[in-house]
């Protein structure tokens, strides 16, 4: 059967306009022209295109105020507003665009648009057609018939609601050929039809329901109520006159049919319509509007069910899952192309399909992607399979070779120039933030779908020879596509967490914040809200009239320095301090926890530019152990049994580590291959004297030197840290580089690298840009030298825990060390392992963690075990 669409013009055009337009201002063409109904009408319109592969398309318009109706009856809408100016004048724009679309369209002298919609799906041919008729005008009901519905755009036009007979059934419990029935006796306040007065809803539905139409009902009045019967007998002229009033015309004069108004969705891309947009300034409609063009020339196929004859040996696989946390949002389909052609699977029949399922976890059949984690992890979610064969991922060469750039795929097939590379934007195609939403065309998905799978065989050439010139190809296939699956055991596996030990700490730090912002109204003798900064901030500086450094500024290190200048101050640091551990570490865990008390965290390979994991939802590597409360808060991460202990194996000062070997220096090495403190042996070295002789605060000012040179410190952040003078700090990493020269050569070499190359690589070829390097900017430009002598220490460590994570990985799953592994924090790995077996288990890690690379100095690692993530440090 052939689609046809219909659009009640004036009605969409209303809609368009009052959904779109904000406290009585509107979008507007550089030339002051109205175009917010225009924009948002023409948005409408492709919305409606792309969802269905419509044969037929007609607009009906409103040709004027008066009508028949107005003939017979002078009241009819004669309490409706006038319009506003502004979209009265964007109703003439908006026909000029169909015009320039050849999007058919009437409008007819006497009749109103729901008399033109009537007439063309009503005659002969359209009952040939399945047809949807766009209008919120519920007297369009009547229309309904097995081949006609009505799609009602709702609040925000971003949703339509369907209503077919058996929806009006339910509903008004009404045929549609009652709905003027139903107006005669109710009336209608919109069109200012009064219908029988005094009958409501529910009594014209009940009346109608016993007598069919509204002549039965006058006919057996005597039959009804004295009240109703008294009514009906008084006002049965009117009620006549509603209906037929209401009563939509299915004979008007207009000499289209439904034959005669097919329509080529590549007309869109006309050079008048173009200029149409250009000229209104809505220049986006041109990218969408080719958006939908190449749509159109899609050959993907949506699949019912899989066959084994689609099986190749090399194929192209995209997972779609539209939200962002793959652990618990569900999976909306998988796109599929290789040699037998492109498909489309939806959700339940891959749930359906052992055909498509063996096909997932079949290694044999190889498998290239954009993001394998997401991709293994949301099958096995979804399915409770093991999805095998995949043999590149694009989102992790893609990270490699620009690593400072954001990682998706729309930035990417912009760098690279892809064919149609504008399309490929998920905010545009389901929106963004709270505007999120799944599209309600299937086939529009598999579209969009098509483009990435596209996007996926046109790059995989191209990334795997740069990769190749880069020299990273090892680097990816020896270290990065093997975390992926260390990263997907973890995530798997996940941290438990005391459910019950959280809720306690829960309500005790709710306690004392309330506590605390009690005792800050008491000081301030009046009720604040310490969330609220402009608040804070005028009682601060207005009321109080305190030293105002930063121009009303209430951040921490404004607060600090006011500390002792009135008691509320530090009452309001302590608040602040207890909120983030309420709001952040534990009222905000609690939304993370899975059905089996753990929490699932996602582990992110491409975001930090130096090649370190971090990880979302939540960030377990913000859980800091340098402050007691928010320490505390790891109390709550268990072992999953209790026959289990949580153990940590951490790196040693691993960055000092590398920095004594990358740079060579002799001093820094021997006191690592004498497994000296290295901070009390560099104290000793600068101070000139012997390491028992050493103060705890000649240490500290060594650990501060120590750490800070690997991140390019400064004389005056230097300072900063120690509370000394510039001088002195300056004093003091002088004389470091004269303990460690050749520290400082490295540095000064990694620099004038940097500068003559652009990059710096870290021990494994892991490849950093530094365009700051060359800034004519005095400030960007050291912070590109910053960035140029940390990158490579920073790059390495990151490269050695991901080769410890990936053979002690591989070693649990041959079984030949009996762990769980369950997380990844900076240089620390954290396992599960049995009580019973603790240390021959932790012997193992350690031996392969301290051997995993062979440097100048040896890799020390820090065991320890306990029955909570608290009890390791």
Known sequence: MKKALIIDGNNLIFKAYYATAKHGASLHSLQGVPTNALYAFIRMINKFITSNNYDALFVAFDAGKNTFRTQRYDKYKATRKSAPQE?????????????????????????????????ISKNKVAKDYEINIISSDKDLFQLLDDNIKILQPQKGLSDLKVMDKNQLKVEYHLEPKQIPDLKGLMGDNSDNLPGIKGIGPKTAIKLLQKYQTLENVIANVDKLTSKESSLIKENSAIGLLTKELATIKLDTPLKKELNDCHYDIKLLDKPELQNFYKKYDM??????????????????KVLESWD?????????????????????????????????????????MIANSKELQTFLVDKKYQKITWDIKKTIVSIKKNFNINADGFIFDHMLASYLLYANENINLENIANILQVKNNEDLDD????????????????????????????????????????????????????IELPTVYSLITMEINGIAVDTKQLKTMTENTKITLDKLEKELNQIAQKTLNPNSPKQISQYLFEELKLANPKKGSTAYEVLITLKSAHPIIPVLLEYRKVQKLYATYLNG??????????????????????????STEPNMQNITIRDDE????RRIFIASAENLKIVSCDYSQIELRILADISGDTNLINAFLKNHDIHAETASKIFNVSLDQVTKEQRTRAKAVNFGIIYGISSFGLSQQLKISIKESQEFIDKYFVV????????????????????????????RAVPEINNNNKIIREFGQRIAMNMPIQGTAADIIKLAMIKIDTAIKEKKIKANLIAQIHDELIFEIDSNDLNTEMTKINEIMSHVVKLKVPLIINGVSGNNWYDLK
């Open 308 to 348: 084994a004859k689609f099986n190749a040996k090399l194929n192209y696989v995209w997972t779609e899952i539209c939200w962002d946390n793959y652990h618990r949002d569900p999976l909306l389909a998988i796109a599929i192309k290789n040699e037998f052609g492109t498909f489309y699977c939806r959700k339940n």
């Open 283 to 300: 220049k986006s409609l041109i990218v969408s509007q080719k958006k939908i063009i190449e749509f159109k020339d899609s050959t993907i």
């Open 740 to 767: 460690f020269p050749k520290i400082k050569e490295y540095i000064n070499d990694t620099i004038k690298y940097c500068q003559k190359n652009g990059y710096v690589e870290s021990l494994f070829n892991r490849r």
């Open 589 to 614: 865990l609690e939304k993370y926890i899975f059905p089996d008390h753990k929490i699932h965290t996602i582990y992110n390979q491409v975001q930090a530019s130096t090649g370190r994991i971090s």
């Open 427 to 478: 905010g545009e195609f389901y929106g963004r933030a709270s505007k999120k939403h799944i599209p309600e065309s299937e086939t529009l998905i598999a579209q969009y779908l098509e483009l990435k799978l596209n996007f996926l065989v046109e790059t995989y050439p191209i990334l795997i020879e740069k990769l190749k010139t880069n020299d990273n190809w090892e680097l990816y296939e020896k």
């Open 87 to 119: 979209l009265l004048l964007q109703i003439d724009l908006v026909k000029q665009y169909l015009d320039l679309a050849e999007i058919p369209w009437s409008q007819e002298t006497n009749y109103e648009a729901d008399d033109l919609i009537g007439t």
């Open 630 to 633: 928010q320490r505390e808060v």
